[in-house]
């Protein structure tokens, strides 16, 4: 991350709109630095930072951790964070929250927009340009999952069109157009050409990981239109799955977080305070799936606290043991009315004694290896890649290899992959191979399972943008929605984030003429194309 360098403080808070206006007089001062001598290299991993933070922190911790219900909490509105997720109510941050996803994805694309413009310029740096494409297409891709129709074709064009009132797209168009580019940037990848020199990603400028991180990508935007689009989703499949794919989880896209360099993990950094110690916790549905299937990610990810409030309240560690392991039911809090904690079923009693006693000592909490703020922030993974392949193998897609065994790779690989935590949670190959063995795809059962397994995989490994976004498209898990006293979306689990707040300000027209698109309006509840019923 000391990588990191190039105009991240100037550019932090911009939106999409202004990364690309004032690019050149930010690079003219101190140092005299120009499109003509600038290196189009250190774009690169402010790019990959910036869509990191996009996916990542209170945004998706807040929000689609506990709408998918991997975690839990017993908050309740007013100054507490949590409450927004697990009951879909609002809380005193929610609206500084709703911007982030927004700004940062933007703000990723802003910088992969300008390293292609300024690789194209100076010419002998192909495979730079095209990772921008890719990197722009992914930042996108993500804006459009969360949203809905979003500033497309406009967008990112305030210095070269001046064009500051971008229009809204609409998302159908914008996945056909983000697969056909896709496609030509991938393609056009050679590993004969120079290599980027200034890469995030494990791959370290790798052009045969990079290609593969392309087509990985492919394959996940065309499975979204399962529903919305059959064709063009088998189209780009069967394509992404012939150029080829992730083969292993060293292909595995994230990046790790620097604290000591001031890049810190935003999901370990909203899983750090007292009260998240204290009232965040894993799901039951999360934990009592884990269990069902005695998945040894279980004894790594979760911890039972020791008794009393004093250690609820701190990073002491706990009793990993997989058995003594519980799940907070999502939609309780600590009120003392019907919704108390100590009303929920089999509620299992406090812990502590005298002024030290806590409700929820009984309850697992993420161990501390997910508050490990120089830890990673997952893109993008082989277990993901073989569970979409299994998906489309399914679905008599033409792909090399049976459903079965995608399916058994991935399982494995998701173990594996946690590794990257570090290794107080690695599990080995061995260990990851032979509880794949034992557990294979059910064909009569085959959707459910994979995509119960990709839930599991994308919330374990932080990613819960994706989880939701996944939820959304297959259905599975299935979860039974809370309908806590004032929520904001019916008792309805949400379907999308409210364009940002500033947008009807900013861009009245085309925000109004994008939220009448939208079957309800801009509302938490409305469905956005690909999602179907």
């Not at 907070?328 to 002024?355: E, Q, V």
């Not at 309006?521 to 956005?528: E, F, L, N, Q």
Request: hydrophobic letters at 35%; proline letters at 4%; one cysteine or more.
């Amino acid at each position: 991350m000391k990588k990191r360098l190039i105009l991240l403080s100037i550019l932090a808070g911009s939106l999409q709109f202004s990364c690309t206006k004032h690019f050149d007089e930010l690079n003219v001062d101190p140092n005299q630095a120009s499109e003509a001598i600038f290196n189009a290299n250190l774009l690169l991993p402010s790019a990959q930072w910036k869509y990191v933070e996009s996916i990542s922190g209170y945004n998706s911790v807040l929000f689609q951790s506990m709408w998918i219900q991997a975690y839990a909490s017993t908050s309740t509105g007013g100054a507490n964070y949590y409450s927004n997720g697990d009951k879909y109510v609002l809380s005193n941050n929610t609206l500084s929250y709703l911007d982030r996803v927004w700004n940062n994805a933007y703000n990723a694309a802003s910088f992969a927009y300008e390293m292609e413009q300024l690789a194209k310029k100076k010419g002998g740096m192909s495979n730079l340009e095209n990772i921008g494409t890719i990197m722009q297409i992914q930042s996108l891709a993500t804006a459009s999952d969360v949203f809905g129709d979003i500033p497309y074709s406009q967008a990112l064009q305030a210095k070269t069109g001046n064009i500051t009132q971008p229009t809204y797209d609409t998302q159908e168009s914008i996945y056909k157009s983000l697969l056909t580019r896709l496609e030509t940037a991938v393609t056009a990848l050679n590993a004969n050409q120079a290599a980027p020199t200034n890469d995030a990603f494990a791959y370290k400028g790798n052009i045969g990981q990079w290609k593969r991180y392309g087509y990985s990508l492919m394959l996940k935007l065309a499975m979204r239109l399962t529903k919305a689009d059959p064709t063009t989703a088998k189209t780009y499949a069967e394509k992404a799955a012939a150029g080829g794919v992730f083969t292993s989880v060293a292909d595995d896209a994230y990046v790790m977080a620097d604290l000591t360099n001031s890049y810190t993990n935003a999901n370990a950094s909203a899983l750090a305070t007292a009260a998240d110690l204290y009232q965040l916790r894993w799901s039951k549905t999360m934990i009592d799936y884990l269990k069902s299937n005695e998945d040894p990610r279980l004894g790594k990810i979760a911890e039972v606290p020791a008794a009393g409030l004093a250690a609820n309240q701190t990073a002491t560690g706990g009793d990993n043991t997989p058995a003594n392991q519980l799940g907070l039911p999502n939609g309780y809090d600590l009120s003392g009315g019907a919704t108390d904690i100590t009303k929920a079923p089999n509620y299992p009693g406090a812990t502590g004694t005298g002024n030290d006693v806590t409700p929820l000592g009984k309850y697992s909490r993420p161990t501390n290896v997910f508050r490990n703020q120089s830890g990673p922030l997952f893109v993008l993974t082989y277990a993901e890649t073989e569970l979409l392949l299994a998906e489309a193998a399914t679905r008599g897609y033409t792909v090399t290899g049976s459903a079965a065994t995608h399916y058994k790779n991935a399982v494995s690989a998701g173990l594996q992959s946690l590794a990257k935590f570090g290794t107080t949670v690695a599990i080995d190959a061995a260990t990851a191979d032979a509880y794949a063995t034992a557990h294979p795809l059910v064909a009569a059962n085959a959707l459910k399972q994979i995509n119960e397994q990709y839930w599991a995989t994308t919330s374990i490994l932080q990613n819960f943008i994706e989880a939701w976004s996944n939820w959304r498209r297959s259905g599975y898990p299935q979860l039974t929605p809370v309908n806590y006293t004032g929520n904001f979306s019916s008792g309805s689990i949400p379907r999308r984030e409210l364009y940002p707040t500033g947008e009807g300000s900013l861009n009245p027209t085309n925000y109004k003429e994008a939220a009448s698109r939208l079957p309800n309006g801009d509302v938490w509840t409305s469905r956005i194309w690909w999602d179907k019923q």
